[in-house]
Every structure is written in structure tokens, then in C-alpha cells.
């Protein structure tokens, strides 16, 4: 069972998996539920969010830093996740993102 913090990420997870722009782009949307089956099956919460926001910010790299606006979002959210245990996350991709 997860607890509280755990189903706000998969929550914010399938929030974004539902955006239409997010659908109709398979390497998004398999690479959302791989992180949300993760969340399920127990994975640490900050663990998925550190994860996640790396693997989106490698995606917005490959192409051309235009995901659509829900990844965006999901994206500073997890940002704020990990930070929240000091999680590993690059600064250098922290500060990029937080210019946009």
C-alpha cells in the first residue's frame, strides 16, 4: 500500500499520462507507465521522482526541449519531490527547468 506522499507522485504520474498530447506520443506514455507500475509495485516514491525527472529532462534533450506542457508540469512537480529528501538531482538541470 502506498502511502500519502507515494500517491500524490503516481497520481501527478497519471494525471500526465491522460494528456492528449502525452497519448498520442508512445515513448511518453510507455515511459510513464513504466515509472507508475514501478510506484505501484513499491518502489520509493523519491526514488520515481528523482528518476523520472532525469528521464524527462533526457527526453526534452533528444527532442529539442518541446514535450508537451503536462510533462513540463509533472516535471516541476518531481523537481519539488526530490528536493523535498534532498534527492540526487543534477543542478545543472534543476536551474535549466527553472528558467522555463
Request: proline share 3%; aromatic share 10%; charged share 25%.
Amino acid at each position: 500500500m502506498m502511502d500519502q506522499k507515494a500517491i500524490f507522485v503516481f497520481d501527478q504520474i497519471e494525471k500526465a499520462a491522460k494528456d492528449k498530447a502525452v497519448r498520442k506520443d508512445n515513448e511518453l506514455s510507455t515511459m510513464l507507465q513504466h515509472f507508475s507500475d514501478a510506484l505501484e509495485a513499491g518502489t520509493d516514491y523519491q526514488e520515481i521522482a528523482t528518476k523520472l525527472s532525469i528521464a524527462i529532462a533526457q527526453y526534452r534533450a533528444v527532442h529539442h526541449f518541446q514535450p508537451p506542457r503536462a510533462i513540463d508540469t509533472l516535471y516541476k512537480v518531481l523537481v519539488q519531490v526530490s528536493r523535498q529528501q534532498g534527492s540526487f538531482m543534477p543542478k545543472t538541470i534543476n536551474n535549466w527547468f527553472s528558467k522555463q
